[in-house]
């Protein structure tokens, strides 16, 4: 698809109707919403949390059927194993000749939008299984690899409440995760209107609006929005101040354990850079960055025992370094 100036304005609008699609179904949830969009147009992974009944699962089958891509759900048990999701090889006859060999059966990761529900209820071993497909997008089963569908978009929830019986997710694995998502409860205006809405006997239709196509040329063109040297230099000044080896905020060496990586600045940028898109500019603010900062930090800062203990977390963290941290001389 060719890059002109009406064809990005159609791309962006496609957007928005999207996610007037989902609002159908979905009542309130704007900034989740967003920030799955954003995701997806990042060409990144999220991680959704929120208690039972805040309409996670749904949110992500709503995305599924607005967009005109491939959807799979796979619900995580403890008995999961790799093979479950990954696929298997099966025996086959040749009728013909009569002779035997193995066919690798593709399992529910080979699609464009996969939801991986409750996925801190299954042991390492499957969640380490979605590793590989999650960085490289691709599957490797008895030596062979097998390329996945593209778009490939994962998003994962979890119940942050009810941990007997689960295995929490290794930081390795967290940082796979482009955005980390916090679902709330809604307002009371809100949730008189999810009331409203979901016990009566009309249920609005969800369209399909965008394209593996269409998606795959918004990933280009996030790639393409322009970030000014100053911000970029803001985003390590911000990643390296996470770190409480390198930091000079006092609430960092008091309540940090580990920093973020290097991948949390990728991460940064890339999501600032789709949010800008999906404003409509093509140039990251200072806005962006700070908006985004929480989603991308939120798994990757460690906080300390005392922190915990105190319920500090990550996000009053990345809020102290917000206001801290000087703002670049030519932010927007």
Not at 49 to 65: I, N, Y
Not at 125 to 132: D, G, I, R, V
Not at 146 to 167: K, S, V
Request: proline share 5%.
């Amino acid at each position: 698809m060719e890059n002109t100036e009406s064809n990005i304005k159609s791309l962006i609008e496609k957007i928005s109707s999207l996610k007037s699609e989902i609002q159908k179904i979905i009542v309130g949830q704007d900034s989740v919403i967003e920030e799955m969009l954003i995701a997806l147009m990042a060409g990144g992974h999220c991680l959704v949390e929120g208690v039972p009944g805040l309409a996670k699962t749904l949110m992500v089958r709503t995305m599924s059927q607005a967009l005109d891509l491939s959807f799979r759900r796979i619900q995580f048990t403890p008995d999961l194993m790799p093979s479950d999701i990954v696929g298997t090889e099966i025996l086959e006859e040749d009728h013909t000749t009569g002779k035997r060999f193995f066919k690798f059966n593709k399992g529910p990761l080979f699609g464009n939008i996969i939801l991986a529900d409750e996925i801190n209820r299954t042991p390492p071993k499957t969640q380490a299984a979605l590793l590989e497909a999650m960085q490289e997008f691709e599957v490797t089963y008895a030596g062979q690899t097998y390329a996945l569908d593209r778009p490939f978009f994962i998003l994962a929830t979890q119940n942050p409440i009810e941990q007997a019986g689960t295995y929490p997710l290794p930081e390795a694995q967290l940082d796979r995760f482009l955005l980390y998502i916090k679902i709330g409860y809604p307002s009371a205006a809100e949730e008189t209107r999810i009331l409203s809405s979901t016990t009566g006997a009309n249920k609005p239709k969800v369209n399909p609006v965008v394209g593996a196509e269409e998606i795959t040329e918004l990933q280009r063109l996030t790639l393409q929005v322009s970030i000014s040297e100053d911000l970029v230099a803001f985003t390590s000044e911000l990643i390296r101040a996470t770190r409480p080896d390198t930091t000079t905020s006092p609430y960092i060496k008091e309540w940090v354990r580990w920093g973020a990586g290097p991948r949390a600045g990728q991460a940064l940028i890339l999501t600032s850079k789709a949010r800008a898109l999906l404003k409509g500019r093509y140039a990251v603010t200072l806005e962006d960055l700070q908006t985004m900062a929480y989603p991308v930090l939120r798994h990757r800062i460690l906080m300390n025992f005392k922190a915990e203990a105190e319920n500090v977390t990550a996000d009053h963290a990345t809020e102290e370094l917000l206001n801290s941290i000087s703002r670049p001389k030519n932010s927007m």
